[in-house]
């Protein structure tokens, strides 16, 4: 189920940052009490393949998004202190150290399952003991979620486990949503910060086609 115009869950969760800090973070909080927009990826797994580069990549481009009055955080079912040995390793060794946006350590699932973004293709329910039981991996696909200050989910994207992340689409995204809200236009197909927006009218539509 879409969750695009509802509200983020209002749920605390573990998070660990560089400095082995642990504590609570509320996304739908953060956004809220900082009025802040909020982008937060999700990754499978620590000291896996894939995961890093999205991780670094999200780091090399953390002052655009502040730029953007954006939070990063990232996400995964991970626990806090597996996420701070990751942390503690270096990047020619396949770790993440130099991250310094907060990562949420969903250990319990309970904000991965409310999102229902776990990699759990196929359940079965015993008859005798009442129990259910499930393949998969039990971890989260690459989910992405843009939130803005009032906590509502404005963007959520899905990749599956081998497809990595385009840092720079989020950032086009924020700056549609910022142009929506500051603007009161639309955005068109392709639209990048200073090209022609659109009237959210069949006049501004016609009028967008007959210049492009």
């Not at 906590?151 to 994207?157: K, V």
């Not at 959210?200 to 539509?205: E, F, H, I, L, M």
Request: aromatic share 8%; charged share 25%; glycine share 8%.
């Amino acid at each position: 189920m879409a969750l695009v115009g509802r509200k983020f869950p209002d749920l605390d969760v573990n998070a660990m940052n560089d400095m082995g800090d642990t504590f609570k973070v509320n996304v739908l909080e953060e956004a809220r009490n900082n009025n802040k927009k909020v982008v937060l990826f999700w990754y499978p797994k620590d000291f896996t393949f894939v995961c890093p580069t999205e991780l670094h990549a999200f780091q090399a481009a953390l002052g655009e998004f502040e730029k953007r009055n954006t939070l990063v955080i990232g996400a995964s079912c991970d626990t806090a202190e597996v996420h701070f040995a990751w942390l503690s390793t270096s990047k020619d060794n396949g770790g993440i150290e130099g991250v310094t946006y907060p990562i949420l350590a969903d250990s319990n699932r309970n904000l991965a399952s409310a999102l229902g973004i776990l990699d759990i293709f196929n359940e079965q329910f015993d008859e005798e003991t009442g129990l259910v039981t499930v393949e998969g991996d039990n971890v989260t696909y690459r989910a992405t979620y843009i939130i803005d200050e009032e906590g509502t989910i404005q963007h959520e994207s899905v990749n599956n486990m081998p497809l990595g992340r385009n840092v720079n689409e989020y950032l086009r995204i924020i700056d549609a949503l910022t142009h929506v809200q500051e603007k009161g236009e639309v955005c068109p197909a392709n639209w990048e910060e200073g090209k022609e927006a659109m009237q959210a009218n069949a006049k501004g539509t016609a009028a967008y086609l007959a210049s492009h």
